[in-house]
């Protein structure tokens, strides 16, 4: 017997599961813009937003999907770990360039 969760979890990008995804894309970028509305210490232009906007909408989605897509919780943690790994990787280089 398949119960609600076995049947959502196929369909890993329903318009449920990406717009919590934009909502919580969204919730988190208004933390740099009421900082910098308040005078706080983010220096951000357009691009910085879109780019963070970018990042952070590809992580929730590929979480999504690994979320979907594979049955084991250790397989599911490990690849969370990893997307999550390779977000903060990513982000430091387009902030500080830890590569150069």
């Known amino acids: 017997m398949h119960s609600a969760t076995d ?3 196929s369909k890993p990008f329903t318009s449920r599961n ?7 894309t969204g ?4 933390v740099p813009a009421v ?3 308040l005078g ?6 357009p691009g910085d937003f879109v780019a963070a906007a970018i990042l952070l909408a590809a992580t929730g989605l590929a979480l999504e999907l690994a979320r979907a897509t594979l049955r ?3 397989s599911r943690l490990a690849v969370a770990g990893a997307i999550v790994l390779a977000l903060l990787t ?3 280089e387009l902030a500080v ?4």
Request: proline residues 0%; charged residues 10%.
């Open 35 to 37: 900082s910098m509305l």
């Open 7 to 9: 049947s959502q979890a």
């Open 40 to 45: 706080g210490g983010f220096d951000w232009g």
């Open 18 to 24: 990406v717009l919590r995804v934009l909502l919580v």
């Open 72 to 74: 084991s919780r250790t």
């Open 97 to 100: 360039g830890i590569f150069h």
């Open 90 to 92: 990513l982000w430091a």
């Open 27 to 30: 919730a988190l970028l208004l």
